[in-house]
């Protein structure tokens, strides 16, 4: 009797501890779904909310433009056009944020590294950046290197490079410095964007790397909290690490170190 009551207990207790890895299974999926759906609600808002604007500038100055822009001068119609230009790749950047933060989500985001010239490949980045909004800015690249091409990966470095200039350039007035430095060692390359913009609050610098979390003094300037997310996940497929240092009104100075295959 005793021994049956003994393999009851144990057959219970065993039972009991199932039930309890299954329940805490259930719950972690529960709160994945949650998750998702808090991000998709949270995409949501932010396309419908970030695209009203620049699709009503678009539309007013195509209207203007039907309507007056014949007895307007060359000069004023070229402006209206860098305009609506200008809105269109504001959209297309903000749908690739969206499109990209998806991806990673779902773990589609692959490494898949080549060998690169880093010299050439930042200074691409830097002449992107500069285009029409940001054409009088200077950005200066200095570096220290010991190899000529390197493993990386292309696309997610740019992903990172454009986020983070991009950054830098918006979030500081337009006669302020912007520095690039760029380091390769054997094993990794080093790279830091450095700005003396607005800088960062240091409440809001540990959450900076998920999706839609803005700094309170960027309230005024416009965004979307994905960049950085984006820049994260990036650096995270290299195996890598990105750290900030920043000081609210004097300036901003992402680290960002990836280890070569
Ligand atoms: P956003 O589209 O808002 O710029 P990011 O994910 O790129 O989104 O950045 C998240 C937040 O981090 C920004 O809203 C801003 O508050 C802060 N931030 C990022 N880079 C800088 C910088 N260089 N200077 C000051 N604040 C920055």
């Known amino acids: 009797m005793a021994a049956l009551n003994h393999e009851l207990e144990s057959i219970v207790e065993e039972r009991t501890a199932e039930l309890q890895r299954s329940n805490a299974e259930l719950l972690r999926s529960l709160s994945a779904a949650q998750e998702l759906n808090d991000l998709k609600s949270r995409f949501i808002t932010l396309t419908s909310h970030e695209f009203r604007t620049p699709l009503t500038t678009i539309l007013g100055s195509t209207e203007l433009l039907k309507h007056y822009g014949e007895n307007w001068t060359q000069d004023k119609r070229e402006r209206y056009l860098d305009r609506i230009?200008?809105?269109?790749?504001?959209?297309?950047?903000?749908?690739?944020?969206?499109?990209?933060?998806?991806?990673?989500?779902?773990?589609?985001?692959?490494?898949?590294?080549?060998?690169?010239?880093?010299?050439?490949?930042?200074?691409?980045?830097?002449?992107?950046?500069?285009?029409?909004?940001?054409?009088?800015?200077?950005?200066?690249?200095?570096?220290?290197?010991?190899?000529?091409?390197?493993?990386?990966?292309?696309t997610l470095v740019s992903q990172i490079l454009s986020n983070l200039l991009s950054n830098a350039l918006k979030y500081s007035a337009a006669d302020s410095a912007i520095e690039v430095y760029l380091k390769t060692e054997e094993n990794q390359i080093l790279f830091r964007v450095r700005d003396h913009g607005i800088g960062i609050p240091e409440a809001d610098q540990a959450d900076l790397f998920t999706s839609f979390h803005r700094a309170k003094n960027a309230a005024n300037i416009q965004g979307t909290g994905l960049g950085l997310s984006i820049v994260k996940n990036a650096v995270n497929l290299?195996?890598?690490?990105?750290?900030?240092?920043s000081q609210e009104g004097s300036g901003s100075t992402f680290t960002v170190l990836l280890p070569l295959t």
């Open 238 to 245: 290299h195996g890598g690490q990105v750290t900030v240092e």
């Open 85 to 154: 230009h200008d809105t269109v790749d504001h959209m297309t950047r903000l749908l690739n944020d969206v499109l990209t933060v998806g991806q990673a989500e779902a773990g589609q985001l692959t490494f898949s590294p080549s060998l690169v010239n880093p010299l050439d490949l930042f200074e691409s980045a830097i002449e992107q950046v500069l285009t029409k909004t940001y054409r009088d800015r200077r950005i200066q690249l200095s570096h220290d290197l010991h190899a000529r091409d390197v493993y990386l990966d292309q």
